[in-house]
């Protein structure tokens, strides 16, 4: 092995006070590497208080030239050069034997840390004597499990099993003390057989919430370890060793059996859903079930396998049995069970009056039998006009590997569409379920328009209400679903006899979709604006059509509560701070009211939900910001004890208005913006957090 470090870096056996010590395993990362290179850099905590260990294992990009020039003028940095090893287990280890701080944190090259992340762990992990501290991670582009809502201290381990990648900071004592390290073969889940040791032995393991401490960041170059291909016989092994981990470490045998079962459901039986076991090549299937077959012999007795949930349980004794015709029938089985979506192939008005539609349903079928459906008029945001029974399909479709399609001919009244004259009719696909007490379940899907020529997106079923004497009257698109809804929606591209109103821009819809998709509520007013709900308030989007590219504008109002103070200025000042402190929310005083809002570029094609998340959580969060500095820092001014957010860290400071007052530390996160702001936790779009009911 050849090894060099960095010139820059101090003595490895001088601990010099450290507090903690990132270790970075990194091979060919670039570009990913200098976002966390730059995040590691903006991090709040003393420079002498924590240290990086980048361990460069035989990179071949520009990775090792960027190490030792960022290292270069940072004392706290270290660099060492070996061969590829081939797995991060062994650059792990490296990086830990060479670690001076109390604690270990591992970060990979091609995610970012949060600018408070280090001193909020090292402070809380003090103060609570935790041994492993789980932070509060998101995915960019990927998958984090979601594990609690606030701060634990005392984790559920049940819980904590959920999250088996290294991102956690560790007391070094105990890694030492248990000789903890990383497998250093080329096996997957080594990072799992680890934190199966460090979770069972440590004294606490604890779980920080509030701002996000980690970004897991999928690469567009698909070189996360976690999405490549991998051996179903190697991946089953390493749950079976995880699995024996958790059995040799934990005291609770009961405890360990649960925690075993839940990682057999998560981590094999994921490879049953009808979705991936329809398209898996049969010799891929024969391997999977051979391997999971011998996981179940030695880890899950059938009295265990017992207590798995429908349908995995049908699922597991499937597998058990070595069932593949069985798998093939209940993966067909469950995708047809559930309501997918609902299609208009056709739609013709008819001679004598009304409306005639070809509708295709997706699903919704138990064996051979088609369950109770349902078309459902329904004036948008207003009560039911009509329901019309679907009846037996004239023909049912069959695709391979996808739900069965079950076409109908349906009439739909003149009088039906009368009723809803001078309004906007939404068309719903009803499904009956089980009887519960006095009412049935239902489950709704909204009707959509088949793609139309040359377009390839499937487009919402638009009509408006008319007579038989005005057939060519064409109409409205449709709005918003019940909450229950299943399915997708996209574009709404239309048919040249339902042509979509001139003063519906596309764009509204597919915000309408993407709200509902959301759970949000939403309604269309008649100015063309989308009004919706998240958190109990009550927010807007405007669409401003442009030549190349459209804006979407996310706001809301707020009348401003009496406890508030009245001077314009500290208001003005207020908005000044969520400005300056959350960049890209627009902050002003109207009339009386606060008002805030967003504005976000949305590409002609592009799908408007992630970018609506993300404004809603700016949203929310500017308000919070807006009202506790407001409150907080007038108290301040006037010589009074500031009110402070409940659950501030005590010795926390109320810092000037961002206008007057000096430039804060660098590094300052959400809520406290250049150090200007008052600590608090903040409410974000996944719902941690309830904002207030005004401003």
């Known amino acids: ?328 029938l209940e993966a067909r089985e469950s995708r047809d069970r559930a309501l997918v979506a609902a299609l208009v192939a056709s739609a013709t008005w008819r001679r004598l009056g009304g409306l005639r539609l070809s509708v295709e349903v997706h699903g919704a079928r138990a064996g051979d039998e088609h369950r109770p459906l349902h078309l459902v008029l329904r004036r948008r945001g207003g009560d039911v006009v009509e329901t019309l029974d679907l009846g037996s399909p004239g023909r049912v479709e069959r695709p391979e590997g996808r739900p069965c399609v079950s076409v109908f001919d349906v009439s ?70 019940p909450s229950r809804y299943v399915g997708s929606m996209s574009d709404p591209t239309s048919l040249p006899n339902f042509p979509p109103p001139p003063q519906e821009h596309p764009l509204t819809g597919r915000v309408l979709d993407a709200l509902q998709d959301l759970q949000m509520s939403p309604n269309l007013d008649k100015a063309g604006d989308v009004s919706f709900e998240v958190q109990n308030q009550k927010l807007f989007v405007k669409v401003i059509e442009g030549e190349q590219f459209d804006i979407m504008r996310v706001f809301g109002q707020w009348q401003i509560a009496s406890s508030v103070p009245d001077e314009m200025l500290t208001r003005l000042n207020g908005c000044n701070d969520v400005t300056l402190g959350v960049n890209l929310v627009k902050a002003g005083i109207a009339s009386g009211n606060l008002v805030l809002a967003v504005e976000q570029i949305i590409a002609r094609a592009e799908q408007p939900k992630p970018k609506v998340q993300i404004a809603t959580g700016l949203l929310l969060q500017a308000l919070q910001l807006w009202h506790r500095n407001v409150v907080a820092k007038a108290q301040a001014e006037q010589g009074l004890e500031p009110e402070l957010p409940e659950g501030a860290p005590e010795g926390t400071e109320v810092g000037p208005w961002l206008s007057v007052g000096p430039q804060g530390r660098s590094g300052g996160g959400q809520g406290t913006p250049g150090g200007g702001g008052v600590g608090e936790d903040t409410p974000d779009a996944s719902g941690e957090g309830s904002p207030r009911d005004d401003a």
Not at 40 to 57: N, R
Not at 425 to 448: K, M, N, P
């Open 1 to 328: 092995m050849s090894v060099s470090r960095s010139t820059t870096g101090p003595d490895p056996g001088d601990d010099a006070g450290v507090a903690v010590s990132v270790v970075v395993p990194v091979h060919d990362a670039m570009p990913y590497l200098v976002g966390l290179l730059r995040s590691l850099a903006e991090q709040d905590l003393d420079a002498d208080a924590y240290e990086v260990i980048l361990v460069d294992d035989g990179s071949t990009d520009e990775g090792p030239r960027v190490l030792d020039a960022w290292a270069a003028d940072r004392p706290q940095a270290r660099v060492v050069h070996q061969e590829n090893s081939g797995w991060p287990g062994a650059p792990r280890n490296r990086g830990l034997e060479l670690a001076r701080g109390r604690y270990v944190f591992f970060a990979d090259a091609d995610d970012e840390l949060g600018p408070e992340a280090l001193r909020r762990m090292v402070e809380f992990a003090d103060e609570q004597g935790s041994d492993v501290l789980v932070p509060r991670s998101v995915g960019v582009g990927r998958f984090v499990p979601y594990l609690f809502r606030v701060t634990r201290v005392d984790a559920d381990l049940e819980r904590v099993f959920h999250t088996l990648t290294p991102q956690k900071l560790f007391r070094r004592s105990l890694l030492e003390r248990e000789q903890i390290r990383f497998p250093e073969e080329k096996v997957r889940l080594e990072d799992g057989m680890m934190l199966a040791r460090a979770y069972l032995l440590a004294d606490r393991v604890s779980f920080l919430g509030g701002e996000v401490v980690y970004h897991l960041i999928s690469r567009d170059d698909g070189q996360n370890i976690s999405v490549q291909d991998f051996d179903p016989d190697g991946y089953t092994w390493s749950i079976g060793e995880v699995a024996r981990l958790i059995r040799e470490n934990d005291p609770d045998p009961g405890r360990a059996d649960r925690v075993v079962l839940d990682l057999y459901r998560r981590t094999c039986l994921k490879f049953y859903q009808p979705a991936r076991w329809s398209t898996m090549p049969r010799a891929r299937r024969e391997k999977f079930l051979a391997a999971h077959r011998r996981f179940m012999d030695v880890h899950i007795p059938p009295a265990l396998e017992d207590q798995l949930a429908e349908p995995f349980r049908t699922r597991s004794r499937l597998v058990r049995a070595g069932d593949a015709a069985g798998l093939d």
């Open 412 to 481: 739909v009244p003149t009088a039906a569409l009368s009723a809803g004259a001078g309004t906007t009719l939404d068309l719903y696909i009803q499904v009956e379920g089980r009887r519960t007490g006095r009412a049935w379940r239902h489950r709704w899907c909204r009707c959509s328009r088949r793609p139309a020529p040359g377009t390839g997106s499937t487009a919402p079923c638009r009509t408006t209400s008319a007579s038989s004497a005005a057939p060519a009257d064409p109409g409205r698109g449709a709005g918003p679903r």
